[in-house]
Every structure is written in C-alpha cells, then in structure tokens.
T-cell receptor
Framework: SQQGEEDPQALSIQEGENATMNCSYKTSINNLQWYRQNSGRGLVHLILIRSNEREKHSGRLRVTLDTSKKSSSLLITASRAADTASYFC??????????????FGEGTQLTVNP | NAGVTQTPKFRVLKTGQSMTLLCAQDMNHEYMYWYRQDPGMGLRLIHY???????AKGEVPDGYNVSRLKKQNFLLGLESAAPSQTSVYFC???????????FGPGTRLTVT
C-alpha cells in the first residue's frame, strides 16, 4: 500500500506565483524526501528532511514536516515555467535497518503557465 | 560520470516472452533498487539489493527476478511476460547509510 498521499493531484498556477503541495503518511518515519520528475524522465532528488527537523530550505524550496500530524508540505516560491513537472514525496520508515528503502506517494502534477 | 544508466530504453514483448533489463551505476553505491511506475501512480518497489550478491523482495515482486553479481550492475528479469507488466521501470541507487536515491532514465515496456 502507498505510504504517502499527496494533495492536490494537479495544480496549475501562473509564473511568479507560489506552489504548495502536501503529503500525508501513515507510519513512523526517519526521513521524508521530495523528488521531481519531468515528463518522460527519471526522478531527481530535491530535498530531504529528517524526522527531528521541522523545516528546511534549499533555494526556492521550503519543506515543512509535522510528525504529530504525519504530514509534510513543499513550497516552491516564485515559480517558473521550468518547474512544470510531477512532484513526489517519499518516506523512509523508522524501522528500516538497511537498504534505505523508500515508499512513494502518487505525486502532484504541477503546471506553471508562462 | 554517467550516474545510473538503463538498457534498453524501450521494449515491446509478446505475452510469455522473457527479457532482462540492465541497470548500471558508476558511483560505487551499495544499494540498488528496481521500481515500476504505472499511470497516475507513484513508484512501487519490486526488488532491491543492499550489496553485491544480495537481493530482497519489495512491495510487488511477483513475476520478476533479480541478480546482483557485480556491485555496479543490477539486473531485472521477466521470465514469462504478462500484459499486467506493461509499465515504466526505473532503477535507482543509493550510497551506504544515505537516504537519497539516484534514478536512471527508465525503460518503457509494453507487453501485448
């Protein structure tokens, strides 16, 4: 079963606006990651937040994590047409002892209109 | 530094045929993974490996086999392809005790 559920499934905004995507998960985690997938391509790692962190920034990306609500959000500020892609959250289980396995959500399709 | 590469990029099989997908990484990563991605869904883990000579089942292993004879290569085999295995297959790798994964470009497989 999918660990992460993402909301919304699709998001369409204008260039320059901010985009916010949300991810909820069910079991205890030790880390949560966000990946981007451009059409027809593989996934690219964007940012990782550990379970003892509440917020993390990387360039125009801001990730928050609320372990009490088992949820995370990804904010992309000042969006560009090149940000058009699918965004996936992925969680690493707290009980994971080896292999760094991840469970992926179903993704949010972001479209940034010029 | 090519990262993670996958061959072939596209393949069409008839039901019952077999094939092997090859994943190679040149980053000396310990961990390697095979996922499948179906329309409107996230990635589901098929099999993974925590080191040369080791493999383990993921979430959806039925109908697939894997081998990791060399650290840099991870092979995914379909012994008797079924239409339900029509999907895009992604390989990924990860360094020892690291969490982030590095993905290949994918193989689009159609089984008719």
């Amino acid at each position: 079963s999918q660990q992460g559920e993402e909301d919304p499934q699709a998001l369409s905004i204008q260039e320059g606006e901010n985009a916010t995507m949300n991810c909820s998960y069910k079991t205890s985690i030790n880390n949560l990651q966000w990946y981007r997938q451009n059409s027809g391509r593989g996934l690219v790692h964007l940012i990782l937040i550990r379970s003892n962190e509440r917020e993390k920034h990387s360039g125009r990306l801001r990730v928050t994590l609320d372990t009490s609500k088992k949820s995370s959000s990804l904010l992309i500020t000042a969006s560009r047409a090149a940000d058009t892609a699918s965004y996936f959250c992925a969680t690493g289980a707290a009980a994971e002892t080896s292999g760094s396995r991840l469970t992926f959500g179903e993704g949010t399709q972001l479209t940034v209109n010029p | 530094n090519a990262g993670v590469t996958q061959t072939p990029k596209f393949r069409v099989l008839k039901t019952g045929q077999s094939m092997t997908l090859l994943c190679a990484q040149d980053m000396n990563h310990e961990y390697m993974y095979w996922y499948r991605q179906d329309p409107g869904m996230g990635l589901r883990l098929i099999h993974y490996s925590v080191g040369e000579g080791t493999t383990a089942k993921g979430e959806v292993p039925d109908g697939y086999n894997v081998s990791r004879l060399k650290k840099q290569n991870f092979l995914l085999g379909l012994e008797s392809a079924a239409p339900s295995q029509t999907s895009v297959y992604f390989c990924a790798s990860s360094p020892f005790r690291a969490y982030e994964q590095y993905f290949g470009p994918g193989t689009r497989l159609t089984v008719t």
